[in-house]
């Protein structure tokens, strides 16, 4: 059954995490109270402007503009299936006088910071190039077996060639999610799954009884068993539909990978 979960979301808010109240006939609807982006402060440092937001995540990809996103997620029955429609509000347009500072490049633990500018900044596109993205993923919340949304929303956007940045004061979110017909765990066997090489399943065994002995169901697959068994682009992608045909058929909730 598909539900539609309309949102307004006042973008300076504090974006908490939370679980939407999802039942068969019912349309949920949360709503917050209304913080404008105005709360966020321009200052210039080292000849480029940094955009300080308050309770805001920022992009750092490195040699790319730094600049602010919110986070807001929910949980809803494993196997749900969610689409996420976002629009921005109230969007302007502002010249700019000066860059944006881009992030730091990846450093070496104790190396000296590397700044530089990526081929970004010659570019007349926005970026972000949208004004948010999301993401679903199978999880355990308070023990319970869930798929967790996470939206990610940029309400400020930057085109450096034309020296303009765009920003919305909140968004409108829409979510339109469908519970799964039926359970998608069909077991409960095991707590604990280790995926290791096959040369230490010997070695390990200490470690899996201490685990049992201690409540902790445990089970063992090796990287070798794995690769042959599943379908894949790569051996990541072969781990993580061994690590979803665990969790759906033993109803793991922890995972150890053994290197």
């Known amino acids: 059954?598909?539900?539609?979960?309309?949102?307004?979301?006042?973008?300076?808010?504090?974006?908490?995490?939370?679980?939407?109240?999802?039942?068969?006939?019912?349309?949920?609807?949360?709503?917050?109270?209304e913080v404008m982006l105005d709360n966020i402060e321009i200052k210039e440092e080292n000849g480029y402007l940094i955009l300080n937001a308050e309770n805001a995540y920022y992009l750092h990809s490195g040699g790319k503009p730094m600049l602010p996103y919110y986070v807001k997620t929910y949980t809803f029955p494993l196997g749900t299936k969610v689409k996420v429609e976002c629009e921005p509000l109230s969007v302007e347009s502002v010249k700019i006088s000066k860059k944006i500072m881009p992030a730091p490049y990846p450093t070496p633990l104790g190396g000296e910071p590397r700044f530089g500018e990526d081929e970004i900044y010659d570019s007349n596109e926005f970026y972000p190039e949208n004004w948010y993205s999301y993401y679903t993923y199978g999880t355990v919340v308070n023990g319970e077996h869930v798929t967790l949304l996470s939206i990610h929303l940029f309400p400020v956007r930057y085109n450096p060639g034309e020296s303009v940045i765009m920003h919305a004061d909140d968004f409108e979110i829409?979510?339109?999610?469908?519970?799964?017909?039926?359970?998608?765990?069909?077991?409960?066997?095991?707590?604990?799954?280790?995926?290791?090489?096959?040369?230490?399943e010997n070695e390990i065994e200490s470690f899996v009884q201490h685990k049992e002995n201690h409540g902790v169901r445990t089970l063992v697959e090796t990287v070798e068993n794995i690769y042959s068994s599943y379908d894949g682009r790569d051996g990541a992608e072969k781990v993580k539909y061994a690590i979803k045909d665990a969790l759906e058929n033993y109803g793991i909730k922890y995972v150890l990978l053994w290197r």
């Open 1 to 33: 059954m598909r539900k539609i979960l309309p949102i307004i979301l006042a973008i300076g808010l504090v974006l908490a995490s939370g679980a939407i109240g999802v039942e068969r006939n019912k349309i949920a609807r949360q709503s917050a109270n």
């Open 174 to 200: 829409n979510i339109d999610y469908e519970l799964p017909s039926e359970t998608v765990i069909k077991a409960d066997e095991y707590d604990l799954l280790i995926i290791c090489p096959q040369e230490w």
